[in-house]
């Protein structure tokens, strides 16, 4: 059974930095991608940030210089830094998990506010 065990978010000031951590465990392949969506009040969940299992990333336009993602060399546990956070990244994070190019997992969430 895989389950997604995240940490980290909280408050914070604008331009301040976290960093949130999200271990996978249970039936996972080797070929997956591991990310970190966002969900706002009001509005959609979005992508941040992902990783596959080899390195290669991608990053939304709005996060792109200011959030890195990175993944253990074991492969399972993912991070992202936050730096530079503004208030419009305020929102709820969700780990996702894309198993063997299929089924998709999800994490509990960890809300980030970025409020002076």
């Known amino acids: 059974q895989v389950q997604l065990v995240e940490s980290g978010g909280g408050l914070v000031q604008p331009g301040g930095s976290l960093r949130l951590s999200c271990a996978a465990s249970?039936?996972?392949?080797?070929?997956?991608?591991m990310g970190w969506y966002r969900q706002a009040p009001g509005k959609q969940r979005e992508l941040v940030a992902d990783i596959t299992r080899i390195g290669m990333r991608s990053y939304a336009d709005s996060v792109k210089g200011r959030f890195t993602i990175t993944r253990t060399n074991a492969g399972n546990t993912i991070y992202l830094q936050m730096n530079d956070l503004r208030p419009e990244d305020t929102a709820v994070y969700y780990c996702n998990l894309i198993n063997g190019g299929s089924d998709t997992y999800w994490g509990q969430g960890t809300q980030v506010t970025v409020s002076s």
């Open positions: 249970g039936g996972i392949f080797w070929r997956n991608t």
